[in-house]
């Protein structure tokens, strides 16, 4: 079964900062969308058409809600689209692991996807995103991310100093160290787990591609890659735990 969780992040600076607040699966027959906890801290408005926080809701398609936030395969840069996540073109992937990779991110809202991270075949931690906080950068460091080249080394750094978000990881080159962006902010508190309980030898990132005609949210995807500690729990916070639903409802 592939699944995402669904965050959601407040208007307004001064509120309850980014959470999760839904989940959205897929068995490969039915798509399922349950709500989380986290939405019932202030604040957030459930979706259009799914008002009822204690529902599960069923369809055969996937919602509108998500099915907007994948580009329309009619679009001429449907293909560079596939291609900028690391998707084979001919041979494009479910709509949730596309979602996954793309974070389902638009300009009109506050909302993005992410897939749970679980272990590998070998029983570690790896991960691909993109790049986040590249429009922030100043303009030496986008002539670096334009100077990047796939599988180069990247290192990851815990930004305490970041007055925004205290749980800001950021992401800088290697040999000439220089801050390029940010590790996406679902990513943040598990990767802040995994640098207390491995030793940083074990945490590699590197470029997995860099999209020199994609726009600043897709142009450099990262690849991270680390063992996987005993007892770590990704995305298990008590935001992320299911409202008891009552009975589903077909959308």
Same mark, same amino acid.
């Given at each position: 079964m =592939?699944?995402? +969780?669904? @965050?959601?992040r407040p208007?307004?600076p001064?509120?309850?900062g980014w959470?999760p607040?839904?989940r959205l /699966?897929h068995d490969?027959g039915?798509y399922r969308?349950c709500y %989380?906890q986290?939405a019932?801290?202030?604040g +957030?408005?459930?979706?259009?058409?799914?008002? =009822?926080? =204690?529902?599960?809701?069923?369809?055969?398609?996937?919602?509108? %809600?998500?099915a907007n936030?994948?580009?329309s395969k009619?679009?001429p840069?449907?293909? @560079?689209?596939l291609?900028?996540?690391g998707?084979d073109?001919?041979s494009p992937p479910? $709509?949730?692991?596309? *979602?996954?990779?793309t974070?389902g *991110?638009?300009r009109t809202?506050a909302v993005?996807?992410?897939? #749970?991270?679980?272990?590998?075949?070998?029983?570690c931690?790896?991960n691909?995103? +993109?790049?986040h906080g590249?429009?922030?950068?100043p303009?030496? @460091?986008?002539e670096?991310?334009?100077?990047?080249?796939p599988? /180069? $080394?990247?290192?990851?750094m815990?930004? %305490?100093? !970041?007055e &925004?978000?205290?749980h800001?990881v950021?992401?800088?080159?290697g040999n000439?160290p220089?801050q390029i962006?940010f590790?996406?902010r &679902? *990513? @943040?508190h598990?990767?802040?787990? %995994?640098?207390?309980q491995?030793?940083?030898?074990?945490?590699k990132? #590197?470029?997995a591609r860099? =999209?020199?005609?994609?726009?600043l949210q !897709?142009r450099?995807? #990262?690849?991270m890659?680390?063992?996987? $500690?005993d007892?770590f729990?990704p #995305?298990?916070?008590?935001? +992320?735990? $299911?409202i008891p639903?009552?009975?589903?409802v077909?959308c």
């Amino acid at each position: 079964m =592939n699944s995402l +969780f669904v @965050a959601w992040r407040p208007p307004m600076p001064d509120q309850t900062g980014w959470r999760p607040v839904g989940r959205l /699966e897929h068995d490969g027959g039915l798509y399922r969308f349950c709500y %989380l906890q986290g939405a019932r801290k202030p604040g +957030f408005q459930p979706f259009a058409g799914m008002t =009822n926080l =204690n529902q599960i809701y069923e369809s055969d398609e996937l919602f509108p %809600l998500f099915a907007n936030r994948l580009l329309s395969k009619a679009r001429p840069e449907y293909e @560079a689209y596939l291609r900028w996540s690391g998707f084979d073109t001919d041979s494009p992937p479910d $709509p949730l692991v596309i *979602l996954g990779v793309t974070e389902g *991110l638009r300009r009109t809202d506050a909302v993005e996807v992410f897939p #749970c991270p679980v272990p590998d075949a070998d029983g570690c931690y790896l991960n691909k995103f +993109f790049l986040h906080g590249v429009h922030w950068m100043p303009p030496a @460091a986008l002539e670096r991310i334009a100077r990047l080249a796939p599988e /180069e $080394p990247l290192k990851i750094m815990l930004d %305490l100093q !970041n007055e &925004y978000d205290r749980h800001a990881v950021a992401v800088r080159t290697g040999n000439e160290p220089m801050q390029i962006g940010f590790v996406p902010r &679902y *990513l @943040a508190h598990d990767i802040r787990q %995994l640098v207390k309980q491995c030793d940083t030898e074990f945490i590699k990132l #590197c470029v997995a591609r860099v =999209n020199h005609d994609a726009p600043l949210q !897709n142009r450099v995807l #990262c690849r991270m890659h680390a063992r996987w $500690p005993d007892g770590f729990q990704p #995305c298990s916070g008590e935001d +992320f735990a $299911p409202i008891p639903a009552g009975v589903s409802v077909y959308c």
